[in-house]
């Protein structure tokens, strides 16, 4: 599903991401975890076509995220750590801009949107204005609108943070759901219980540099994914 080649990228002298490879198949939730400033943003954004980058090849579903850039956007959807709608839009207006970029024919959306807005209690807010929504309520709207149009490949940067609990439990859901239907998803979390109980896979990353990464028993063996985590950072220190 998605492959990264010996990815690398740089800003100035400095390696942001240094040769990082993975690969995610189809069905597998894929975690990433690492410090702050250990590369997951910049990964996913090079992953998503935000970002260039200086060495490596992506692809998705066999496609080259440089040479066939909106094909790849077309097969996926990125939720950031810090969704940034359009505050001026309601959020009924903004998930059909969204489901009109995709072209989602008008009854699939409408029943999209009536699903998962009642399963996140939102279906009364959405004739309000995206400035007045709360943090929390901004990520279930970029939620929805990353489901809309039902992608293979889902990336998220620290999803659930800003999300209360039940909404924490209505995504785990939709991840697994997305998955079990042959999708794949790679998101990033410092949150390392939740990546234990939810990964099939994880990578562990530290200065740009992979470290560790394989299923979650191979990576954790006896131990904790915290205590691993931790341990792994002050040996590469």
């Known amino acids: 599903m998605l492959k990264i080649e010996h990815l690398t990228k740089k800003y100035g002298d400095k390696k942001a991401v240094d040769d990082l490879c993975l690969h995610i198949h189809p069905g597998e939730i894929y975690g990433f975890i690492g410090h702050n400033g250990a590369g997951k943003t910049t990964t996913l954004k090079s ?3 935000i970002l260039a980058f200086d060495e490596g090849v992506i692809t998705i579903d066999g496609v080259s995220i440089k040479e066939n850039p909106l094909k790849c956007k077309q097969m996926l ?3 950031p750590d810090n969704p940034d709608l359009y505050d001026y839009m309601t959020g ?7 489901a009109d970029i995709f072209e989602i024919p008008s009854e699939v959306r409408k029943e999209r949107i009536e699903k998962y807005a009642a399963v996140f209690e939102l279906t009364d807010d959405l004739a309000q204005p995206i400035s007045a929504y709360s943090h929390g309520m ?3 709207l970029a939620i929805i609108a990353a489901w809309i149009h039902s992608p293979k490949l889902i990336l998220m940067d620290e999803p659930f943070v800003g999300l209360d609990p039940k909404a924490s439990h ?3 859901e939709m991840m697994h759901e997305h998955c079990e239907n042959g999708g794949a998803i790679f998101f990033s979390t410092h949150v390392l219980e939740v990546a234990e109980k939810l990964c099939d896979k994880v990578a562990i990353i ?3 540099k992979l470290i560790k990464s394989g299923t979650m028993e191979e ?7 915290e205590e ?3 341990e792994l950072g002050e040996s590469e220190a």
Do not use: C, M, P, R
Not at 92 to 98: C, E, G, T
Not at 219 to 225: A, H, I, M, P, R
């Open 206 to 208: 530290k200065s740009g």
């Open 219 to 225: 990576v954790k063996g006896d131990e904790s994914l």
């Open 47 to 49: 992953v998503v076509g």
């Open 228 to 230: 691993v985590f931790l």
């Open 138 to 140: 901004k990520q279930k």
């Open 92 to 98: 009924i207006k903004y998930l059909n801009f969204i």
């Open 170 to 172: 209505i995504l785990k």
């Open 77 to 79: 959807a990125y939720i």
